[in-house]
């Protein structure tokens, strides 16, 4: 930041410089207003253009790591203007034989030389930082993917258990695993709470039993973020979800997962989470549907017998 303010003060000052030198130049050629409006205003204006454009620069945090090839192309338009201005004051030597106002055009072509350099690398910077932009969206996009391709992997897993102990450890490691999320519940919700899993340190079953009756307020495999963190809580993390994964008779199964201190669920997070919990449901359901089907069929093998 403070490379950025001094780069972009000391261009706001060059351009106030050049301006006052305009200004004088103008008044040692002429003093009848009109010729001031015309010939000295605009390139008055140019300069002081360049002063607004550093102080732009300073209030502009996106253009911290691109600030010096902002200055290296107003140097280099310095540098090709004052060459143009070098090459007509030689032709004007050649062909005249004098260099008179020689020092005005000088400073013309050097003030527009700075505005355009500086205009052309705000343009290169804008470039770059959407590149940029585009390339982090590209990777981000990239990585969700990857981790929703490994969910699906998670998914078909969980769906071949056999027992709801097993599709909780499996959700637990997937938490763990993709979302770096390492404090995980699998809650059963009824008459009475139980524990499937918890990773979780130091947090009652009253606290967690509180957060998963939360989700019940949103839909199935919906997140639920929790803008209250209990106190309990408050030291661990600043970022709590809860998932109802499905309901079971009158047993609700619930996920609750907790960020670390100065992590944050982000979209990407959440819909990954609620892609998890959906194969979990399923996966919890074809259990307790399997259960009533072996129930049936050994209670009409026992009616047959």
């Avoid at 003093?31 to 607004?52: G, H, I, K, N, W």
């Avoid at 009824?190 to 918890?198: H, S």
């Avoid at 957060?211 to 106190?231: C, I, N």
């Avoid at 970022?239 to 609750?256: K, R």
Wanted: hydrophobic residues 45%; glycine residues 8%.
């Amino acid at each position: 930041m403070q490379r950025r303010h001094l780069s972009g003060g000391g261009l706001a000052v060059v351009g106030v410089v050049l301006a006052v030198i305009q200004v004088f130049h103008g008044i040692q050629q002429t003093d009848r207003p009109l010729v001031l409006l015309f010939e000295t205003a605009p390139f008055v204006l140019v300069a002081l253009t360049l002063s607004y454009a550093g102080y732009w620069l300073t209030t502009n945090e996106q253009f911290g790591d691109d600030i010096e090839r902002i200055l290296a192309w107003g140097v280099g338009g310095i540098v090709l203007f004052a060459s143009i201005g070098a090459l007509q004051l030689f032709s004007q030597r050649v062909f005249l034989g004098t260099l008179d106002r020689s020092s005005y055009v000088a400073i013309d072509f050097v003030t527009v030389g700075g505005v355009v350099g500086i205009l052309v690398g705000i343009y290169d910077a804008r470039s770059r930082l959407r590149l940029r932009e585009l390339e982090r969206e590209r990777d981000r996009i990239e990585a969700f993917g990857n981790k929703a391709a490994d969910v699906n992997n998670y998914g078909r897993a969980v769906n071949r258990c056999d027992s709801v102990d097993e599709v909780s450890a499996l959700c637990i490691q997937a938490m763990q695993a993709l979302l770096g999320v390492s404090e995980v519940a699998v809650l059963a919700l009824g008459d009475e709470t139980r524990v499937i899993d918890d990773t979780i340190l130091n947090v009652s079953e009253e606290t967690l039993r509180s957060l998963g009756e939360r989700a019940g307020d949103g839909e199935r495999a919906t997140v639920v973020t929790h803008d209250a963190v209990p106190d309990p809580l408050a030291d661990q993390t600043n970022a709590v979800v809860s998932v109802e994964i499905t309901t079971v008779g009158d047993a609700s199964f619930v996920l609750v997962a907790l960020a670390g201190p100065d992590a944050r669920f982000e979209d990407e997070d959440v819909q990954l989470l609620e892609l998890l919990t959906a194969h979990a449901g399923t996966a919890i359901d074809g259990i307790y549907a399997d259960r009533d089907a072996a129930t049936v069929d050994a209670d009409e093998t026992t009616t047959t017998s």
